[in-house]
């Protein structure tokens, strides 16, 4: 047979060609990569394939083809030929006849995956060309790894469009199985299961300790989903998978037979999981509602949350499937749940923890890193783990993952030596740059016997300790901690709170004001946002002027004066930067994002120190510590009192440090005048 193709240059003339021999199930050889062949295949049908361009119809497309190969693999004998293979004797049209009877068997075997209306769309000529990528390789001896692995890209790049990221970071799913150690002796399930990456990485982690058959459920309102999750699973060897579709928060008495068969709350050992969140896609209902106790309204009366009526608009998914997956577990069970920080720390949400402490252990919190879900979503989260008993450890366990193993773009990152070279293994390979491995083996010590050196990587709080159920490990940072008894432990500094200095009346905080968008651009008058803060000054032309009336209306109340300082309190990734306030900008109004601190007893504390101490290293990890997501915004809130200034014991150090910075402040305040001087006289 002549080449079909001149210029493939995916392809070798070996894939392209007829082969010269039948290849028979003895033949077939295990593979240690499939992701490079599931690249070249959808880079091939991305340029060649006509219908069948766009990532999600390829990515289904392939894993039809791919359970037809498993399929033909587990019912062949040693020397039978394989049917999903090319032959000496085959064209193409023979061949994807013999394909598309393979298919025919599989959606008879995998009714539950398959519909029977199904095909493989592919022209005869294309067919050919992309089984001959795997088809000489054995899927059902290859480590189910190197499955896993390469379905997993092949789905996230599919299908992590307008429907979200399906996959959580596989280090982050990892570290929640090494801290809750499921066995295959437990009722494990995944009530938010997605496209399955959860229970995949659990069945791999039990199939690796006893090849018994595991008890593992997922749940996924979404039929596209959880049809992927029978895939997934299918890929990796489970024989006896449960994935239902169904809305986990709805009453389990509205579930199919087959599920409620599966499914009842109190009868599992672990829940891990992902919840769906956000503010877009509330839970509304009072049919839904009524279910929960979190799903009524919550007062707070003398220092206590108390439940009180059904909300009659709307609930936050996350905040029911923790209590759903409490309902889930029995008595003892324990579970490892991701939630967005507001979770955490917002004080409209404490009474979530109030009602979690009623009811269940807490045993661990760890933060994770803004960049972990990043780049297919943005939301700070951190992993919250629960047992279902009341009596419990008498600390928790808490970590701060700053290292993810990738960046804001999803690309790898890796441990740097000091002199900037690679920290490499014993067998030369970079290390990832990843904190989670290490935060679950000191989790699992602290488990065990306690931690012997607390670190940002683990640490264990007293549950008294935790204030006004704020459980956001950044908060008890021991590193802080350490840093400020080291500096009072010197003998050379005075540590001060800002709300002490408040409370001795040597300083004031004021608010801003939000004076609403309507009167933006009627006048001249700056009104200074949180983004006009930079580089320690006002900018030269803030963009939002208002009239000389507003300006009257706020003048007395915000009295604004030369050596104030504004403080930008409110603000995604802008929080802790400051300006001092000079002659050229006491008429503005200022925001209310905005905090204007004034020193009122400038003998005991120079306004310009204080502003050094404001933006100094020990003070801006605490402001950054101390800062929550709350709603759709970050904010340090009346947080900002509670960080500790390390005040120079010496006056004369303290004058030489405000000397210097006055002469900064001052020399910008100079060459702003020039700009202003020249900007007005040109042309």
Request: with cysteine; hydrophobic share 40%; aromatic share 8%.
């Amino acid at each position: 047979m002549k080449r079909l193709s001149d210029a493939i240059d995916l392809f070798s003339a070996q894939e392209i060609d007829a082969p010269q021999n039948a290849l028979r199930k003895r033949d077939l050889e295990a593979i240690n990569n499939l992701k490079q062949i599931f690249r070249d295949i959808r880079d091939y049908f991305a340029g060649n394939v006509t219908g069948i361009t766009r990532d999600e119809a390829i990515a289904q497309t392939l894993m039809r083809l791919l359970f037809c190969k498993i399929h033909d693999e587990l019912s062949r004998q040693t020397d039978d030929l394989s049917d999903v293979a090319r032959r000496p004797s085959d064209d193409p049209d023979s061949f994807a006849r013999r394909v598309l009877a393979v298919f025919e068997r599989v959606k008879t075997r995998y009714a539950d995956i398959f519909a029977a209306d199904e095909t493989i769309d592919i022209p005869p000529i294309d067919l050919w060309r992309i089984v001959a990528k795997f088809e000489r390789f054995s899927l059902t001896t290859t480590d189910r790894d190197v499955i896993a692995d390469a379905f997993e890209e092949l789905i996230g790049r599919a299908f992590r469009g307008g429907e979200g990221q399906f996959f959580t970071p596989r280090n982050v799913v990892q570290m929640m199985i090494d801290v809750l150690e499921p066995s295959s002796s437990e009722r494990i399930i995944d009530p938010a299961c997605g496209s399955g990456g959860f229970l995949a990485y659990i069945l791999r982690h039990l199939l690796r300790r006893n090849p018994s058959d595991p008890f593992i459920v997922g749940i996924d309102k979404d039929a596209f989903l959880s049809r992927l999750a029978k895939i997934y699973l299918s890929l990796i060897g489970d024989r006896n998978y449960h994935v239902h579709c169904e809305n986990s928060l709805a009453d389990p008495q509205t579930w199919k037979p087959e599920t409620q068969a599966v499914v009842q709350l109190g009868s599992f050992d672990v829940v891990l999981t992902n919840p769906p969140f956000g503010a877009k896609i509330p839970v509304v209902g009072d049919d839904l509602l009524k279910q929960y106790d979190l799903g009524r309204v919550w007062i707070e009366r003398d220092g206590k949350w108390q439940k009180t009526k059904v909300l009659m608009d709307k609930q936050s998914p996350q905040i029911l499937f923790i209590e759903r997956c409490l309902q889930l577990l029995k008595a003892g069970g324990r579970t490892g749940i991701v939630l967005p920080d507001g979770v955490f720390g917002n004080p409209s949400e404490r009474y979530v923890w109030e009602f979690a402490r009623e009811r269940a252990s807490i045993i661990g919190v760890v933060s994770l890193s803004q960049e972990t879900f990043q780049p297919s979503a943005h939301t700070k989260t951190s992993v919250a783990f629960l047992e279902k008993k009341k009596a419990g450890q008498s600390k928790i366990f808490m970590a701060i993952a700053k290292a993810v193993g990738h960046n804001k773009n999803g690309k790898e990152t890796f441990k740097i030596n000091p002199d900037g070279s690679f920290v490499l293994d014993a067998q030369g390979k970079k290390i990832l740059d990843d904190d989670l491995p290490e935060i679950a083996m000191n989790f699992k010590a602290h488990l065990r016997d306690g931690l012997r050196a607390p670190s940002r990587l683990g640490f264990a709080i007293g549950r008294d300790e935790i204030r006004d159920h704020i459980f956001i490990p950044e908060c008890y940072n021991p590193e802080i901690q350490a840093e400020l008894a080291r500096l009072e432990a010197s003998g050379r500094y005075e540590l001060r709170s800002i709300g002490d200095l408040v409370a001795d009346k040597i300083i004031e905080i004021r608010r801003g004001n939000e004076i609403g968008s309507q009167f933006y651009g009627t006048g001249n008058v700056p009104f200074v946002r949180t983004t006009d803060i930079v580089n320690w000054e006002i900018k030269i032309d803030p963009v939002k002027p208002v009239s000389e009336e507003v300006y009257e209306q706020y003048r007395k109340a915000q009295d604004v004066r030369a050596n104030d300082i504004l403080f930008v309190n409110d603000g995604t990734f802008l929080i802790g930067r400051s300006a001092m306030v000079t002659r050229l900008d006491e008429k503005i109004v200022i925001q209310s994002h905005l905090r204007k601190i004034r020193v009122l007893q400038p003998e005991r504390l120079n306004p310009f120190y204080l502003f050094y101490l404001l933006n100094s290293k020990i003070a801006r990890k605490q402001i950054d510590a101390k800062t929550f997501v709350q709603a759709t915004i970050s904010t340090i809130g009346n947080r900002l009192f509670e960080v500790v200034l390390p005040i120079a014991k010496s006056k004369s150090e303290q004058e030489a440090v405000a000397r210097e910075v006055q002469f900064i402040i001052e020399q910008k305040t100079l060459l702003r005048e020039k700009c202003v001087s020249l900007i007005e006289n040109s042309l």
